[in-house]
């Protein structure tokens, strides 16, 4: 009698769960848009960005601009709910005066943007703010940065390279396995399908497509299985906002990116050419900290490490920590973020006490004469 009523009881907690069900399911799946989790205000509204400023009243030292990703996704990322926010931990960690690249959706006005078009916006956001920054590149972000300190040496204080692909001929990740693998006549005709840009729905496909189990099964079940938990709802509106809501990128830009970066390494080997330049890391010189993940099969941590192979930056002034996790862990997971992120905010506090201390006395130096 018992067995007959538990089934009974579950036969109808299904009935009438269901429909709750399927409506967060809509909800999580097409509803959702990305939010910032801290106060901001936008600083300046670029072609390819809006600059976004966290800084709250007085600051001190020079800004720090984090670099998010542009790879499809938003720039939320950096910012992704009250208790998992890189912009909030370096805050309570001293660093004040931060901002974000708010990357937009390409519209068929930016389907001609190459890398060049990003990188001239970075340059004046930098202008924007005062012309010197400590750079913090995640993932894409990071070897845009690492261009544009090569490319203006004189911009940037310190490098974050967090998850950043530098040298992309080393591990095994399933972005150089695509790359290497895939012709560049399908990235073409990519593009070509998304009249001169390459759509973000379809990386969305592609990338639930390397896991169609887990997207498209056991993401709906452990749904239904906790609809009435409200933090496990609460979780997953907060990683659909981001991840359901794919950003398109420019055909040029992409392109480059795939082949230049992914296909022939040009930034390690020393044939990226920025801005009618070619780039050599050598011409880094500033302190740089490299943060890799020990199970990121989007930037093997060899990509990441591996740039202290051709920085110019004295070993002294490079930082390598390899930490538990994968990729979007080092950006946003709890424990990373409470335990490495403040230790990075006091090394680039450090060296900006440092280079404040030097301009002091070169200023008492210049005054007295």
Known sequence: MCALECLVQDELRVVSDFPKFAEEALKL?????????????????????????????????????????????????????ADQSLVRALKINGLDCIYVTDW????????????????????????????????IGLCQGGWMSAVYAARFPGKVRTLVLAGAPIDTDMGEGTVKQLAHTLPMGFYRELVAT???????????????????????????????????????????????????????LPGPYYLQSVEWLFKENRLAKGNFVALGTTISLKDVTIPVYMLAGDADDITPAAQVFNAEKYLGTPKDDMVKKLVSGGHIGLFMARK??????????????????????????????????
């Open 104 to 135: 937009k959706s390409a519209t068929d006005a930016m389907k001609d943007f190459t890398i060049d078009t990003y990188l001239e916006d970075m340059s004046a956001a930098i202008d924007a703010v005062g012309g010197e920054v400590h750079l």
């Open 336 to 369: 990373i973020l409470e335990t490495v992120w403040p230790d990075i905010s006091q090394w680039i506090l450090r060296h900006d006490n440092v280079a404040l201390s030097s301009n002091r006395f070169a200023k008492t130096v210049v005054s007295d004469r």
């Open 194 to 248: 998304g009249g001169g840009k390459l759509l973000g729905k379809f990386m969305l496909a592609g990338w639930k497509g390397m896991n169609p189990t887990s997207q498209y099964m056991e993401k709906y079940i452990d749904l239904f299985s906790h609809i009435e938990d409200k933090d496990y709802v609460k979780r997953s509106e907060e990683f659909s906002r981001w991840y359901e809501s794919p950003l398109d």
């Open 29 to 81: 799946d097409y509803e959702l848009k990305p939010v910032w989790a801290t106060p901001n205000t936008i600083k300046q509204d670029f072609r390819t960005m809006l600059l976004r400023d966290f800084s709250e009243g007085s600051v001190n030292g020079l800004p720090v601009i984090i670099d998010a990703p542009y790879a499809g996704h938003s720039s939320t990322i950096a910012d992704y709910s």
